[in-house]
Structures are given as structure tokens and as C-alpha cells.
């Protein structure tokens, strides 16, 4: 039976092909009434042939969008949102943005779940809760690719996540491993950065970016934080074991208390935690993250200590809005808790 006027049609194409039949659909007609066609897809089996044009002619879409990528979408996508969105969320957005990276060449309307598992699945070193956002992101594409009549149905809706993954064991640094530290600390460059990170708690990111104006040394005090709203701008007092430590790094040119190598910026992490931080641990022969410094802090503090309200406001884990008036209190009573660890 023949198709109506206007509908499309269907061809097989001579010679082995993978895709032998052409689906064409029309875009208008000429001055003499003769239809006017553009090549919707090619399809292995005249079934599929069938089903593209009925898709098409069920729901007809600008042929001009089939050849639009995932890249292009999310350029749009980004775009659209730069004006209505956080800066935080909108950073959050890019970060996101480099991992579909693998598919930004892939045609929307050719993505289907099959693919997009195969991409979850290849990001199995990302731990649950990121693949969780990764998968939100995509999801907010096929969205935007829905509204600009590119697809019918969000394939991302299919895509099983792993089961959540055993949060990693943090390991807090030994008497012994702590000693050595201290032993090679006038030895090899930036040990003193871990050893000031373990006698703080600080994030090492806070550390990193900490600005030396935030430093204190009539009072023996750190005042900075990050991340939460009990992190921002706590106070935490300075060890005494690590004040000598601080007092050398004062003396530097940039605003920073651990500036890079060139002595231009802070120390981004990612450079620091991989030409500084498993540098030493491979120097010293200990298996550590970054991010046991802190683990160690809270352990090494709690063995000496039954004060938890002081813990928390040292580590930044519970909103401490306090009054200016009572700031000097608050310092006098955590610095004694600080200064129980060995």
C-alpha cells in the first residue's frame, strides 16, 4: 500500500551496507508541485526504516535538529542557565560538564540507554554519589534536548547506578609515623604543611588558600574555614609544637602562608596533593590520603579530650554564631583542649 502524499518514503540502497535503507522525508514542494526531500536516517532493517518514519510523521520535528550533538546541547543548556543559576551551582555545572566529554560528539537522538550505561559504567573509579549527579546532569540535557523537539523520551531515566560503594577507611597517622614526620620536617619541603594540616584539622584546601592576614600571632591564632557555615571564619588556636612552623612560613612574599614553588598563588590542591603530598609518602614509605590529616587531628583530640562543644568548634562541624563578647572566652577554652595533644 502506498504512503499519502507528503508522508516519506522508504529505499533500499544497492550493495552491502550496514545500514542499506533510507528513510527520506519531505520538506515542501517545488513550483511544480514536486516534493522537496531530505534524508532523515539510514536503518539495518526495513522494520526500523518503517518505524523512523512513522515516528517522524507522528511527531514531526525540525530535520535541521537531527544532526545536533550532546556537546551542542550542553553549550546551549550552560548558556541558558549562566543568567538564572548560583555561581556555586553554575561552577558545580562545569565540573560536571568535563566528564561528558566522551560523548560530546554523540547525535542526540542516537543516544540511548544502552550507551549511557556504558558510560556509567566506565566512571566506576567515581564514587556513588558523584555518578548520582553526573547521571541528574545528563537527565537535565535530554531535558533541554526534549524542549528544543530533538527527542520524544529521556533515555537517561534508564541508567542503573552501582550500588553504593564502602565509604573509604580513613587511616590516622601513627605516633611513630607522626615522630618521623617531625624528624624530616627541616629536611624535606613541605612536610611542615602536613604536620600543621594534623595539628589544626584543617581542610587542606583551607590550608591552601588560608591568606596570612588570618593569621594572628599576638593571640596564637587561626582564624579561617570553608565549606559549611560552621567552618566559615572559626577560630582555631595554634599548637605550640607547630607555631615555629608557622612563624617561618609568615616570612614569604605572596599573601598566602603555603604559596606554590614559584612563589606567585596559592598551592592548588590537585598540584600540591600530587607533587608535595605522595612525594613525601613515598619518601617516608606511608600510605596515606590527604585527608587522614584531619582524620588524625579528631582522633589524636578526642583520646585527650571529653569536651565536645570545644572539638566540634575547633573541627567546624556545628554552627558556632557567637558574639564578639564572647570570643576571648571561646579561644581560652578550645586552645586548652588543643594544647592537650602530645
Known sequence: MRNPNGYGSISKLSGKRRRPYMVRITTGFDVNG???????GYYRTRTEAMKALADFND?????????????????????????TITESTLKTYKFWHKYLKPLYNKKMKDLRTLELQNF????????????????SFIGMLFKEAMEMDIIIKDYSQFIKLPKHKVKIERKV??????????????????????LILIYTGMRINELLKLKKISI???????????????????????????????????????EYLVPNRRGTNYYKYSNFRRFEFIRIMELLGMEHTI?????????????VSNNEGAITEIIGHTNINM????????????RAEIEKIN
Open 216 to 254: 594572628d600571632l599576638r593571640q596564637n591564632i587561626i582564624t579561617g574555614g570553608s565549606k559549611t557555615e560552621a567552618g566559615k571564619n572559626r577560630i582555631i588556636p595554634i599548637h605550640p609544637k607547630i607555631l615555629p612552623l608557622i612563624i617561618k612560613r609568615m616570612d614569604n612574599k605572596t
Open 173 to 194: 597517622f601513627t605516633d611513630e609515623e607522626i615522630a618521623l614526620l617531625w624528624s624530616n620536617v627541616d629536611r624535606i619541603d613541605y612536610i611542615d604543611t602536613i
Open 291 to 303: 585527608h587522614d590529616t584531619r582524620h588524625t587531628f579528631a582522633t589524636l583530640i578526642s583520646d
Open 34 to 40: 514536486k516534493q522537496l526531500m531530505k534524508v532523515l
Open 59 to 83: 511527531n514531526p520535528y525540525n530535520i535541521n535538529l537531527n544532526s545536533i550533538t550532546l556537546k551542542e546541547v550542553l553549550d546551549r543548556f550552560m548558556k541558558n542557565k549562566k543568567d
Open 323 to 334: 558574639t564578639r563578647k564572647y570570643i576571648h572566652t571561646n579561644i581560652e577554652k578550645i
Open 120 to 135: 556509567i559504567n566506565s566512571l566506576s573509579h567515581l564514587s556513588t554519589g558523584s555518578l548520582k549527579l553526573i547521571k
